[in-house]
């Protein structure tokens, strides 16, 4: 028949009568039973999980019905998860601390650097999926990402200056592999990487000088030269930031910004040019990479007719590197970009085809 009010009203209380006599069967529970047995539950099921770490058979099933007892039996109705994070993710954080503690610092010492940064990318990820088997993943648990958190403070944090102590020496080594593993860790510190790209900065800066100066009496007489030089270069910088970095902004951004710094230094290309302040005589040494790129954008212009340059001949090579690279002239600075960057280079005169405020296309990105 139809639903009175009557039966309606004596269905919720019930119901709620119901609720009542769970939560008190709950706490008899918990404080009865549960209270005296939870610590060797939670000492068994770390027991497995310790087992499963040292590569030993285990029960997968006991732990997760451990946890589940954790999660099942509080009664709070502001906080089903209390008991369980109290007890059993208090008891897994605190023993994968301890485990860690000592296997990491022992692993370190017996392999080395490189060796280690293998292993703990590798135990990361082990506990990442170990944690999903194991902690409660509901959306009201963050579990997992307190696992993740310890495990980068014990693996990594602990050993972050030795490992970065070996970033100059895989950079100048040339040690990609190596760099990634090192990037891939020390991206998991907030300030893990700012040490990495003054690394590189330095890098670029000392290798592209020494070898600008290597060759300077080549590219400083031959324009040609230079701007292949230039490419090489920066091309090299990339191929490190691809291939160790994945071409992380932060370090395209070190790239560029050391790679300016080689382009305009003054100790390997010089300008004499004459300042007279207050009617005293001196030279103020400036880069002469401006006075080279305008030379060759002066020859790659020449018509090929005329007998100073085999245009016909230059023309594949230079329309090659066209896509590669391209020079700019606004207001008197000297943009070199290439692959979407740039190097400049402030000069206040025009050099060749340079002219203020306007634009040659030497190579395009």
């Known amino acids: 028949g139809p639903v009175t009010s009557s039966s309606s009203t004596n269905g919720n209380a019930e119901s709620k009568e119901g609720a009542l006599v769970e939560k008190l069967m709950l706490d008899l529970w918990n404080g009865g039973i549960f209270e005296s047995i939870k610590e060797r539950l939670e000492v068994s099921a770390m027991k497995i999980v310790l087992s499963e770490r040292r590569g030993e058979s285990f029960d997968t099933q006991l732990v997760i019905g451990v946890r589940e007892s954790f999660v099942n039996l509080c009664s709070a109705e502001d906080d089903k998860l209390k008991i369980y994070r109290e007890t059993f993710e208090k008891a897994y954080l605190d023993s994968t601390d301890e485990f860690y503690q000592s296997r990491a610092a022992d692993y370190l010492a017996q392999n080395g650097i490189a060796d280690y940064m293998t292993y703990a990318l590798e135990k990361l990820k082990e506990e990442d999926q170990r944690a999903l088997r194991y902690l409660e993943t509901s959306k009201k648990s963050d579990s997992a990402d307190k696992l993740h958190k310890r495990c980068v403070e014990v693996l990594i944090r602990n050993f ?138 002066d020859v790659a212009e020449k018509d090929e007719h005329e007998q100073a340059i085999d245009f016909g001949r230059n023309r594949g090579k230079i329309e090659g590197r066209a896509s590669r690279f391209e020079i700019r002239s606004k207001q008197g600075r000297f943009h070199a970009i290439s692959q979407g960057s740039s190097v400049e280079e402030t000069h206040p005169g025009n050099f060749g085809g340079f002219r203020k405020g306007g634009e040659l296309p030497l190579f395009r990105s």
Do not use: W
Not at 174 to 197: A, Q, T, V
Not at 239 to 248: A, E, M, N, Y
Not at 264 to 291: Q, R, Y
């Open 160 to 297: 972050k200056d030795q490992i970065l102590a070996e970033c100059s020496g895989m950079i100048a080594a040339n040690e990609n592999k190596k760099l990634f593993r090192m990037y891939s860790l020390m991206n998991e510190l907030e300030d893990g990487i700012e040490p990495m790209l003054a690394c590189l900065e330095a890098h670029v800066l000392q290798d592209g000088l020494a070898d600008m100066e290597s060759c300077a009496n080549t590219i400083t007489t031959d324009p040609e030269k230079y701007v292949e030089k230039l490419l090489e270069l920066f091309g090299r910088y990339s191929k490190i930031v691809k291939d160790s970095f994945q071409d992380d902004s932060h370090f395209l951004t070190s790239r560029d910004k050391a790679y300016k710094a080689v382009v305009n230094d003054v100790s390997v290309f010089k300008l004499e040019l004459a300042v007279k302040p207050k009617g005293l005589s001196k030279t103020h040494p400036e880069s002469k990479c401006p006075e080279l790129l305008a030379n060759y954008c």
